[in-house]
């Protein structure tokens, strides 16, 4: 097992103390081989945990980010951005070994003590709360339909079985979280999940196959033409409109709360470099062939949800159908991305909540109890979140941004141990301009949205 730092110690008691019973010792030692991964995970299991962890809501943004940039600038900065994470991730493993530390939030409190600690918790906490509650939204929008501007979308429940009880948002999310949620969130290793991500990652590419697919087509017959290349700059207004493209791309990679639970359950600790490189390429590759075939495929009709565009004729036979493909297809996808962004909420909630107590996954009723408290408040968020975007531009321009780039480039710059390289100040200075410019242009739109809203 990974050597804990004494920072870590301090906060978290070993499940292999002294002062435990024997028995109840070996009954933790027993729990800790079969759910702690010393029997060891896969490279392949780890690179689809990961992906699934990065591939979430925010690919089906990215086609109209890309639009509002010009295709070039836009598709270079996906490759930034995940050239940024890379970094940044490598920057977290290295202070982790140097520290000692088996979690990211063992590495800030090593640099920045326990207030750091608890900040880094609170903001991974605040972050994927708000993830999961607009992935369960997304959920419910392609299931049961939504209204938008006054018109109503139908969902593909409705569509094939009209209007029931058992068609409403309300009851098929509840029987969503009974029969998917609840027996996936059970796991107490995410090396557990390694199956249903690989299927999550299919999923996307299946999305990215029929997009690529249905453009190809049109273009051959010449029914659409090439997307702008360049970002359209008409007056002041258009040029601060693209700096609210930032917050998307920023998080675009985010998976850094992830990185330790996988790197401790792996075989061989030393693949985690190479599973981080091999997911970051494999999520950029999805992420280009989206943004590039979603564009070329919807063109200045690109819409902030390119999902909301497979909602009526594509313009070629069988749409219908594959319009049904695309959004069955991504609503099964989040459900599967939902257990393992769930996964490191659980345990940050547990460890900001309860620093001192025995790991969470040795204590059935503690795992139970903050299980059931996170589903339940998740559930109620998703039925009353009035708007999808309400809960994803808070969290993802402040809460986000701190965990994927502020926090790694603070631990590199602090450089608490002598081993920070002068690339990684560069990039640290640049991931700390970028986080910083995209969070508050986010956050000063959604500011003048919310009070311009009122105002009208």
Request: proline share 4%; charged share 15%.
């Amino acid at each position: 097992m990974t050597i804990q730092s004494s920072v870590e110690r301090k906060y978290r008691k070993s499940p292999r103390a002294p002062l435990l019973p024997q028995a109840q010792s070996q009954k933790h030692d027993n729990l800790e081989a079969r759910e702690a991964g010393i029997d060891g995970a896969s490279f392949s299991g780890a690179v689809f945990n990961l992906s699934t962890t990065i591939v979430g809501a925010g690919i089906m943004a990215l086609p109209a980010t890309v639009k509002e940039l010009g295709l070039i600038p836009g598709l270079i900065m996906i490759v930034l951005v995940g050239w940024l994470t890379e970094s940044s991730i490598d920057m977290i493993m290295r202070f982790s070994r140097a520290s000692k530390s088996a979690t990211y939030s063992g590495v800030v409190a090593d640099v920045f003590g326990g207030a750091g600690r608890t900040l880094l918790q609170v903001c991974i906490v605040v972050n994927n709360l708000g993830m999961l509650v607009v992935y369960m939204i997304i959920i419910g929008d392609v299931l049961s339909g939504a209204w938008l501007n006054g018109v109503h979308h139908s969902g593909v429940t409705e569509e094939w079985f009209g209007q029931h009880w058992w068609t409403t948002r309300f009851a098929l999310l509840l029987l969503t979280t009974l029969f998917v949620f609840l027996p996936l969130i059970s796991f107490r290793r995410v090396d557990s999940l390694r199956y249903t991500s690989a299927l999550s990652v299919g999923l996307a590419i299946v999305f990215v196959v029929i997009t690529a697919g249905v453009a190809i087509v049109k273009t051959i017959d010449g029914s659409i033409s090439m997307p702008r290349l360049l970002p359209e700059i008409s007056n002041q207004a258009s040029f601060w409109k693209l700096f609210t493209t930032f917050p998307v791309l920023v998080t675009a990679c985010i998976c850094h709360h992830n990185i330790h639970p996988i790197e401790n359950e792996l075989k061989d600790p030393t693949q985690i470099k190479s599973i981080v490189r091999t997911s970051i390429t494999l999520c950029s590759t999805v992420y280009i062939a989206t943004s590039f075939f979603g564009l070329l495929l919807f063109g200045d009709r690109t819409l902030d949800d390119v999902l909301a565009n497979f909602d009526g004729d594509l313009g070629i036979p069988y749409s219908s159908l594959l319009d049904d493909v695309v959004r069955v297809s991504y609503g099964i996808h989040l459900m599967l991305v939902f257990p393992i962004v769930f996964f490191s909420l659980r345990l940050n909630l547990d460890g900001l909540l309860f620093p001192y107590a025995i790991p969470i996954a040795f204590d059935n009723r503690r795992f139970f109890a903050v299980t059931a408290a996170l589903m339940g408040f998740i559930f109620v968020g998703a039925n009353f979140v009035p708007s999808i975007w309400d809960a994803f531009q808070f969290t993802g321009a402040t809460a986000a941004v701190s965990v994927g780039f502020i926090f790694p480039a603070a631990i590199a710059l602090r450089d608490a141990h002598g081993i920070a390289k002068k690339n990684d100040r560069l990039a640290s200075w640049l991931m700390i301009s970028l986080a910083v410019s995209s969070s508050t242009v986010a956050v000063s739109s959604d500011i003048y949205t919310i009070f311009n809203g009122v105002g009208g």
